[in-house]
């Protein structure tokens, strides 16, 4: 087996449902994604995956994160009665980043998702597996996603 891996950065806020600590406030953090794919098999040109290949399939899906909030669906500032799409509206008056989420907007669910995303934007065949998908939130705190092996 042979992995390559890609980084990206993203600056997003979010905050945390039914939880009790800072992260229940609305922050942000300077995420940075680390994607590993993996192949048994170098292709003729001695490669698993090109990497501007595997960053197109990465900014399709963490791109649109960067410099956006997100919020579960269940987040009372969803519940205020105010069209989300003025309430977060850019102040240039552009649309706002918000993704409303049906999981709690964690480092482990952000990479689950992402991991998953990321497979079919690569390869959805699965001649090139994602095997694994570190979500930094902090520079001394990540979430890991790994596949599981089959068996």
Known sequence: MITVTKQ?????AHRLMGYDGRCSH?????YLWEVTATASDLSDNGMIVDFKDLKRA??????????ALVLHRSDPL???????SKLFRAT??????????N???TAENMASWAAQAIQ???????HILITQLRVWETS???????RRCRS
Do not use: C, Y
């Open 92 to 101: 240039n008056g552009k649309e706002p980043r918000l993704w409303i989420w």
């Open 58 to 67: 990465m900014m399709a899906v963490i791109d649109p994160l960067d410099h």
């Open 103 to 105: 999981q709690n907007p």
């Open 8 to 12: 990206m950065r993203t600056e997003t």
């Open 120 to 126: 079919e934007a690569i390869d959805p065949d699965n």
């Open 140 to 146: 001394t705190s990540f979430a890991d996603w790994r």
């Open 78 to 84: 969803l519940g205020l009665g105010i069209d989300p």
């Open 26 to 30: 609305l922050h942000g953090h300077s």
